[in-house]
């Protein structure tokens, strides 16, 4: 038995086709068919990565042709005991911990609500969905427009329905209130996918169960608690992942809203990071960063996952 | 529906609950609407107190968003000739001539050209890769799936890192080709892995009876399962097409000029004292347009292509 992957997955082939088929062997064309992809992949996420491992113990600096030196762990100490990253670091978990919690309270109640199968739901659900899928950077930047304190619609709207003044406050610039400007519009964007991911758990769901729990008299509360959120956990916990990650690398969508500002208030790490690598040209420094947010993600979706195949199971 | 079920919901609940989602529906449809709407607004109307909802549709935003203009004085008007076209016109209602056409036209072109690049090459590479792994048993299913997510729990920044550099040792930095290399490996895991999904589905003796009838392997690929795979394969390519659409990490840290596409761009507009929002709205609706209508068209694989085919409804 061969270590590579591609010998194991020609060598699990059945060998009756084998025999019997003309041109070019199974073997050969399992070659042909995985091997450009994998180069590919090679070439450009796990080769970038080891590089990005040695670049962490050096003190390279992109913009400068000086050599680098080995520094080892240097950076990775300065990253860990630098304020900065700590702040970026809360800012991070503020972000996520917000809309997560507001995504998938509104996502799962709207999935709830159009599982009711009221005419037209196919419309609605196509409807909501739209943020989703459009660019983050181009939408986020015209959000800044909205959040105008004189002529912007949502501090209008805001003025309309609670009567504060529009001027009297701005969504971006105060220190208060620019985490929630970006909690807002991340959840805007991305509560549809939460409502779709719940949508398909509540879909999966039998009616022969609920028809049996009538039978036995269940309270339509006790139904809910005991039956529809149990068997959409897994879906829900599915979700909850996925937005856990894509909003620990959030980027484009912040940036082009706050810009990390007031202050440094709404700075992600990955805005953070990013004014390490481009701004400073502190790459080597940056690369250790990189090596730590990534560690960091890996290591709490390993153990996510683990709990979310523990749910699964049950 | 024949009898009665006790899990089909009343009347009343049916009512109820679709009066709430359309609430919902309305509310976070309303900036997209916004965005289109502030497009065709004069600037004046753009930036009036309170927000017009009615007001007069003008093209000027879309004109200022196509060209570059030059203020002229009242004395200087009277000296050109009478405008030719209907945007000359426009422009000169504004008191100011055209003096050539801007950027956005090449950005958006090299949006056109990295997005449909990109998705061609990983829709290629994707398909021959998902078949393999589809056909010939790979015992690594489970790892494969949690590898393919781990590719993607990097922050795009820190990808950004080693990839500028070996970038500018291959002179690939602000190059289409770069960004559609870049592009095509960023999608390849997703469309490896939808493919997957698509091409398991499609059962196993249609090729074994083509097998059996003296087709090679390859052929039976090509003649039996690619025609099978077709919706699935324009699904996945218009999921990798709105990614790299949408990209803008990548977009902004690796381009800057003749390959920058439309995210990076769009943000860019200016006019007199600040972003001239209705050229950005302008820009940003022909920008949008394109993918709402994909997601219209996609909505019955949406759920497969955003969870990496984890849950395929």
Same mark, same amino acid.
């Given at each position: 038995m061969s270590g590579n992957p591609i010998d194991r997955v020609a060598e699990a082939t059945p060998p009756t086709f084998a025999s019997r088929v003309r041109g070019l062997s199974d073997r050969t064309i399992a070659w042909l068919f995985v091997g450009p992809s994998i180069v590919l992949l090679l070439a450009v996420n796990i080769f970038p990565l080891i590089w990005t491992i040695n670049l962490s113990f050096t003190n390279f600096k992109a913009n400068r042709l000086r050599d680098a030196e080995y520094i080892w762990f240097q950076n990775y100490q300065r990253i860990l005991t630098d304020t900065g990253t700590w702040e970026s670091m809360q800012a991070t978990a503020h972000f996520l911990f917000w809309t997560i919690f507001f995504q998938v309270l509104i996502g799962f109640a709207l999935a709830y609500l159009i599982n009711k199968k009221f005419k037209g739901?196919?419309?609605?659900?196509?409807?909501?969905?739209?943020?989703?899928?459009?660019?983050?950077?181009?939408?986020?930047?015209?959000?800044?427009?909205?959040?105008?304190?004189?002529?912007?619609?949502f501090n209008y709207v805001v003025e309309f329905l609670t009567g504060i003044e529009a001027s009297s406050f701005s969504m971006i610039g105060s220190v208060n209130l620019a985490p929630w400007s970006i909690v807002i519009v991340d959840t805007w964007m991305w509560t549809p996918f939460v409502m779709l991911i719940c949508l398909a758990g509540l879909r999966s769901i039998p009616d022969s169960i609920y028809e049996a729990a009538e039978c036995d008299r269940a309270s339509k509360w006790r139904q809910f608690w005991t039956l529809t959120i149990p068997m959409v956990l897994p879906f829900l916990m599915l979700a909850v992942l996925f937005r856990g990650i894509e909003n620990f690398k959030m980027f484009d969508l912040v940036v082009q809203l706050t810009g990390g500002g007031p202050g440094s208030i709404t700075t992600l790490t990955s805005i953070d990071l990013k004014r390490e690598a481009?701004?400073?040209?502190?790459?080597?420094?940056?690369?250790?960063?990189?090596?730590?947010l990534f560690v960091t993600v890996f290591g709490l979706a390993s153990i996510y996952v683990k709990a979310l195949n523990k749910v699964k199971e049950r | 529906m024949s009898g009665f079920s006790v899990t089909e919901p009343s009347k009343r609940q049916k009512w109820f609950a679709g009066i709430l989602v359309i609430t919902y529906a309305m509310v976070t449809l309303m900036p997209l609407l916004w965005?289109?709407?502030?497009?065709?607004?004069?600037?004046?109307?753009?930036?009036?107190?309170p927000p017009k909802v009615i007001f007069e549709p003008s093209l000027e935003g879309y004109v200022n968003l196509f060209t570059t203009r030059t203020r002229v004085t009242t004395s200087m008007e009277e000296t050109l000739l009478p405008p030719e076209t209907w945007y000359d016109e426009i422009a000169?209602?504004?008191?100011?001539?055209?003096?050539?056409?801007?950027?956005? $036209?090449?950005?958006?072109t090299n949006s056109v050209i990295i997005g449909f690049g990109s998705t061609f090459f990983s829709i290629f590479f994707g398909t021959l890769a998902a078949y393999a792994f589809s056909r010939f048993r790979v015992p690594i299913k489970e790892d494969l799936l949690f590898f393919i997510l781990s590719t993607r729990m990097?922050?795009?920044?820190?990808?950004?890192?080693?990839? &500028?550099?070996?970038?500018?040792?291959? $002179?690939?930095?602000?190059?289409?080709?770069?960004?559609?290399?870049?592009?095509?490996?960023?999608?390849?895991?997703?469309?490896?892995? =939808?493919?997957?999904?698509?091409?398991?589905?499609?059962?196993?003796?249609?090729?074994?009876?083509?097998?059996?009838?003296?087709?090679?392997?390859?052929?039976?690929f090509y003649k039996v399962v690619l025609p099978q795979a077709a919706t $699935?394969?324009?699904?996945?390519?218009? &999921?990798?097409?709105?990614?790299?659409?949408?990209?803008?990490?990548?977009?902004v840290l690796l381009t800057s000029g003749s390959a920058q596409t439309a995210p990076p761009f769009i943000p860019t507009?200016?006019?007199?004292?600040?972003?001239?929002?209705?050229?950005?709205?302008?820009?940003?609706?022909?920008?949008?347009?394109?993918?709402?209508?994909?997601?219209?068209?996609?909505?019955?694989? =949406?759920l497969r292509g955003i969870t990496f085919g984890a849950v395929r409804k």
């Open positions: 739901n196919d419309m609605w659900t196509t409807i909501i969905v739209l943020p989703m899928m459009l660019s983050p950077a181009v939408v986020g930047n015209f959000w800044t427009f909205l959040y105008q304190p004189q002529i912007g619609l481009f701004e400073k040209w502190r790459t080597g420094y940056a690369s250790a960063y990189a090596v730590i | 965005i289109i709407a502030t497009g065709f607004k004069s600037p004046e109307d753009a930036i009036s107190y000169r209602d504004s008191g100011t001539v055209i003096s050539g056409p801007t950027r956005y $036209g090449q950005r958006f990097m922050p795009p920044i820190a990808v950004a890192i080693p990839i &500028f550099l070996m970038f500018r040792q291959l $002179g690939l930095n602000d190059t289409h080709l770069g960004m559609i290399l870049l592009y095509t490996a960023v999608n390849l895991s997703l469309s490896v892995w =939808l493919l997957k999904g698509f091409i398991d589905e499609i059962p196993l003796e249609y090729e074994e009876a083509a097998l059996i009838d003296g087709y090679t392997r390859f052929q039976a $699935g394969i324009a699904s996945t390519a218009i &999921f990798c097409l709105i990614f790299a659409w949408n990209e803008y990490a990548f977009a507009i200016i006019g007199v004292g600040g972003q001239d929002w209705p050229a950005v709205a302008a820009g940003a609706t022909i920008f949008l347009i394109p993918v709402m209508i994909f997601t219209i068209l996609l909505r019955k694989h =949406l």
